[in-house]
């Protein structure tokens, strides 16, 4: 799988995103790796990003270790336009690490969600080292 197969939106401060990193290159897979906080968001990008996942803004609005209650977007009324626009303008708030490959987009929590998203040939590759299997997503 070639590098831009596989793309990681990481932060290397939190431990489910370093785990997710490290699941993916033990699958034999080198991602292309945007550390979203110093790179930041585009408002396009975020909802491309959603699009792919099949989720609204609030499934990936991070609240624990951030501003968003304080800022009351916590708030079933916020919108999804509002949301947005509060990760783009404090990418912290964007809960991670979301996955991206060609087929298809997750937010990886737990780290195992990554599985499913990676080729056929890694995923042989982390059963042969007896590592996560893909799980059932009902």
């Known amino acids: 799988m070639a590098k831009s197969d596989v793309t990681i939106f990481h932060n290397p401060n939190c431990g489910t995103s370093r785990n997710t990193l490290a699941l993916i ?3 034999g ?3 292309h790796v ?3 906080i110093r790179a930041g968001w585009t408002r396009p990008q975020l909802t491309e990003l959603f699009q792919k996942m099949g989720a609204r803004p609030r499934e990936a609005l991070r609240v624990a270790g951030t501003s968003a209650e304080e800022k009351g977007l916590t708030d079933p009324s916020v919108s999804d336009a509002a949301l947005i626009a509060a990760m783009v303008a404090d990418p912290i708030l964007v809960n991670r690490p979301i996955v991206v490959t060609e ?3 997750s937010l990886c929590r737990p ?3 990554v599985v499913p998203l990676l080729s056929d040939e890694a995923q042989a590759n982390l059963r042969a080292k007896g590592l996560p299997a893909p799980q059932n997503q009902a």
Do not use: I, N
Request: no cysteine.
């Open 111 to 113: 780290v195992d969600k």
């Open 103 to 105: 087929r298809g987009a």
């Open 34 to 36: 945007v550390e979203y």
């Open 25 to 27: 290159r033990e699958a």
């Open 29 to 31: 897979v080198e991602p």
